[in-house]
């Protein structure tokens, strides 16, 4: 599976941006996707996922701000972030985990956040 993230940049606080993820190669029918951020200094942490059957989590930092979905063809990630803080700046990684547990990671793409 490759996993392709983009929609990242840089945004002043209170702003919005929405980033997005194409999955391709051996796409399952049954997967979860999710958002994942790393900023300098700290460990990955969740950020947002959504099931296969469109079942939504996320941390407690996202909530009311951030919305996670995806296409029907279930190849798509898309994470809606508003009103965002300088604490959001990092790198952003689209995961996508197989039914078995099998976890792949895009790249990442930069946000940062100005104060």
């Known amino acids: 599976v490759q996993l392709q993230a983009s929609g990242g940049g840089l945004v002043q606080a209170g702003g919005s941006l929405r980033l997005s993820c194409a999955a391709s190669g051996r796409i399952y029918r049954i997967a979860d996707m999710g958002w994942y951020r790393q900023a300098p200094g700290k460990q990955r942490e969740l950020v947002a996922v959504i099931t296969s059957g469109d079942s939504t989590n996320y941390a407690d930092s996202a909530k009311g701000r951030f919305t996670i979905s995806r296409d029907r063809a279930k190849t798509r990630v898309y994470l809606q972030m508003n009103s965002l803080k300088p604490e959001d700046t990092a790198v952003y990684h689209c995961?996508?985990?197989?039914?078995?547990?099998?976890?792949?990671w895009g790249q990442g793409t930069q946000v940062t956040v100005s104060s």
């Open positions: 995961n996508y985990k197989t039914p078995v547990g099998l976890d792949y």
